[in-house]
């Protein structure tokens, strides 16, 4: 067979059905907007995700016999609350601990060499004085260089007047109206669908739970993580607590991954803290509880309905869709891997032949 005749029957198996060719193209214009206008979209984009997650609680209130305006007003109102205690609360307490470590950062360094030095006595052997001094001086280089980099990224931002007042203005008005005409917005954007839509419906019914539930569940479990680690590393007198709780909080968002990472600082700020000792152990200890009950006890409950997807797919939807969108891929890596396993699934593939083969339309479904 030529390599003509098989393109020729690949694309008569996967293009034959027009809904499918359809679905091509909304799919590669829509990925192509993210990727060329992404960055003007912010905003939107952001206020679609906060809506997103706000609808839960709208639904909630409206189902109670609460009315539909009076129900997106009172969640709203939350919102801005919730908003107000980050921006005038937890946003300095973290900065000032970001600076207090970029400051304590030469004593970090120092106490470190004390450690490694007292590691060469002991083991002359295994570590040689100029191992220990390259050590050192990579690891000075790299916090120097993180710290410069996180000052300097944290001043941009916030030197950023332009862009905080859209975030700040923008944002939240474009939430209101999302949660307020979604019934409006969701009609408008179907009528520019094509009206034989059967495919691209039966994928969205499959996807639309599972991605709310999943954006829901995230911020949640952020949440939850976040807190309960903060209230530990706090009650163990560890320093920079609120900065390493958000650390922690925001790994759970890339699975695996995550949790390797955000321990390593963990175990460098208790390890300078309060050198190997048993309040070391102790904090190490208390850290691993949290993740494990976070992977086995705190997840299985925030996703019941939890997306059968193998590590290597999560890991490789985490660096290609983290790549592409920064923290916004990172984010919907999970569930956008979830809408190609669905596509792979859903896609048309040669049903009339099938049919002419003796193949039932309820064999197929199956």
């Known amino acids: 067979m030529t390599l003509r005749a098989v393109f020729k029957s690949w694309v008569e198996r996967y293009f034959s059905d027009e809904e499918a060719v359809i679905l091509l193209v909304v799919l590669v214009l829509g990925f192509s907007a993210l990727i060329l206008f992404g960055r003007m979209l912010a905003p939107f984009l952001t206020a679609l995700v906060i809506a997103f997650l706000l609808q839960g609680g709208v639904n909630a209130l409206t189902r109670r016999g609460v009315p539909h305006v009076l129900a997106v007003t009172l969640v709203f109102l939350g919102f801005i609350g919730v908003l107000m205690a980050l921006a005038f609360i937890l946003m300095p307490l973290i900065w000032n601990q970001l600076v207090g470590l970029v400051q304590e950062t030469p004593r970090i360094v120092a106490s470190g060499q004390r450690w490694l030095d007292d590691v060469q006595e002991r083991y002359p052997n295994l570590v040689t004085p100029d191992q220990v001094q390259e050590w050192i001086g990579v690891a000075g280089r790299e916090m120097t260089q993180f710290g410069q980099r996180a000052l300097t990224l944290s001043l941009a931002s916030l030197g950023n007047v332009l862009s905080l007042i859209i975030y700040l203005v923008l944002v939240p008005i474009l939430v209101f109206f999302l949660l307020k005409d979604r019934e409006q917005l969701v009609a408008f954007t179907l009528s520019l669908l094509p ?32 807190t309960v680690t903060f209230f530990t590393f706090a009650f163990f007198g560890l320093p920079y607590s609120a900065l390493l709780a958000v650390l922690v909080g925001l790994s759970v968002l890339v699975p695996y991954i995550g949790a390797a990472v955000a321990t390593l600082p963990v175990a460098a700020v208790a390890g300078f803290h309060f050198g190997i000792s048993d309040h070391f152990v102790y904090v190490l200890i208390a850290y691993g509880i949290i993740q494990a009950l976070d992977g086995n006890v705190l997840v299985p409950i925030l ?23 920064g923290f916004w891929g990172i984010f919907f890596a999970i569930p956008l891997a979830t809408l190609l396993k669905a596509l792979v699934y859903a896609w048309p593939r040669g049903i009339k032949q099938y049919y002419a083969e003796g193949t039932t339309e309820e064999t197929v479904e199956k």
Do not use: C
């Open 195 to 226: 009206q034989k839509r059967t495919l691209m419906t039966r994928i969205w019914n499959e996807m639309d739970d599972q991605i709310a539930n999943y954006v829901r569940g995230k911020f949640v479990e952020i949440i939850i993580v976040g």
């Open 303 to 325: 996703f019941s309905e939890a997306v059968n997807l193998h590590p290597v797919s999560i890991i490789v939807a985490v660096l290609f869709f983290g790549g592409v969108w």
